[in-house]
């Protein structure tokens, strides 16, 4: 199978999974706000799909997310088939993605460090003190 046509359907089945969260995952008490589907690997069989999934907040909250979408896995699933109509529906195996998190810590360590930096206060020439 052309590399493409995973791309295409690696993403496909990502926005699937994340426009049916609101319509599958209701009642709950976890703001859905908080979670992004990052990326979808689905197997050349079609037959597993490996989901990225980041969560803005703790390790509580995440714990608790991914939780609840192993619990609701088979009606996302149903969701895809019904919409996607592929031949074989990939069984959804969700897992933390952190590398939000470990962007907005770099983040956070450069822009600490734009006042550290010497010569970059605007003095005589831009020399240090």
């Given at each position: 199978?052309s590399n493409d046509?995973m ?22 008490q976890?703001?859905l706000s908080?979670v992004t ?7 050349p069989?079609f037959r597993?799909a490996r989901?990225?999934v980041?969560v803005r907040?703790?390790d ?6 991914l ?6 896995r088979?009606?996302?699933?149903e969701?895809?088939?019904k ?10 195996h969700?897992?933390a993605?952190?590398s939000i998190?470990?962007g907005?810590h ?6 600490g ?12 020439g831009?020399?240090?003190?």
């Open positions: 199978m046509r791309v295409r359907v690696n993403e496909l089945v990502r926005r699937e999974i994340g426009t049916a969260l609101y319509r599958v995952v209701t009642g709950e976890i703001d908080v589907i990052t990326r979808v690997i689905t197997s069989t597993d989901v990225s980041s907040g703790d509580a909250l995440r714990e608790r997310v939780k609840l979408l192993r619990r609701h088979g009606e996302l699933q969701t895809i088939a919409n996607l109509g592929f031949k074989y529906t990939p069984k959804l969700f897992e993605d952190l998190e470990k907005d770099i983040l956070d360590i450069l822009h460090m734009d006042g550290d930096v010497p010569g970059a206060g605007g003095g005589e831009g020399e240090p003190a």
